[in-house]
């Protein structure tokens, strides 16, 4: 026992000797992480806080930033102490393998998400259609956004679906151009119908002056001549403005004996 115990002490101590620069090098590499870390994600804060990101993604980005950063520190310090970490690597990497693989809707939806705000093809309260829904945009979530039907519908759309098609934002410019098609019969004056609508689009102060309204002759259709009125106006007045023209319009084709002919055909008999 007199010979062993000098011997394990001595075991011991090299043990000691070769353990403490090691705890020393992973306290100071966790420090510096700790430190790299915190500044890393304030610099991410600071940038969403320009260029004016959601909330809810910024939120999002920042904690999946923070487990990554984490993540790789942990591995660092467990490789620092003599861990074999390739297998940690491996078992991470098959682990995300099979997370994505079961989340690939729910990501999928994520980065959607992540591509609706930063690129920003409509905005909350904006008259868009997506995936075939037509309505007001209430909400744009990392995952779907909510609209509002014109029938009062609250629909939820997964974002995979909104940046998979074609999205037209009705109001996404400052102003819309509308097109009204007014069919008078061949026998009445086409000049005087003209100067009648243009009369009409000069009394109303919502009809925009630039781009200058303009009235066509589209079509020699079978029952009718078809006049094209092309105007614009701002969003919040378009939908009035449009269903206002067509009624005084209406009107005064009838004070002025303008007709809008139904369609008719002429039938010819022949006799045997």
Not at 60 to 79: A, D, G, R
Not at 141 to 149: D, K, M, N, S, W
Request: with cysteine; aromatic share 8%; net charge positive.
């Amino acid at each position: 026992m007199a010979i062993e115990l000098p011997q394990m002490l001595n075991g011991y101590l090299i043990n000691l000797e070769t353990f403490i620069p090691k705890a020393i090098s992973t306290i100071i590499i966790f420090v510096i992480g700790f430190i790299a870390i915190k500044i890393i994600v304030r610099l991410v804060a600071r940038f969403f806080d320009k260029v004016d990101f959601d909330r809810a993604v910024e939120t999002f980005l920042e904690n999946v930033l923070k487990i990554v950063l984490w993540s790789i520190l942990v591995v660092v310090m467990l490789s620092n102490i003599g861990v074999n970490v390739s297998g940690i690597i491996a078992g991470l990497g098959i682990m995300g393998f099979i997370v994505g693989f079961a989340l690939k809707d729910t990501l999928g939806n994520l980065a959607s998400g992540v591509f609706i705000l930063f690129h920003k093809p409509f905005r909350i309260g904006d008259w868009v259609e997506v995936g075939g829904i037509k309505g007001t945009v209430q909400s744009i979530g990392v995952a779907a956004c909510i609209i509002h039907t014109f029938e009062n519908q609250k629909v939820t759309i997964p974002n995979s679906l909104i940046w998979g098609s074609a999205i037209t934002n009705y109001t996404g410019l400052k102003h819309r151009k509308m097109e009204l098609i007014f069919g008078i019969s061949y026998e009445d004056d086409m000049n005087k119908a003209i100067r009648v609508i243009d009369n009409v689009l000069k009394k109303d102060d919502r009809v925009l002056e630039d781009p200058e309204p303009q009235i066509l002759v589209k079509d020699l259709a079978d029952s009718s001549v078809n006049l094209s009125v092309r105007v614009c106006a701002k969003n919040d007045v378009f939908m009035a403005l449009k269903w206002d023209l067509i009624k005084k319009v209406k009107e005064e084709f009838d004070k002025h004996k303008i007709s809008i002919p139904y369609p008719q055909r002429d039938v010819h008999m022949k006799r045997r």
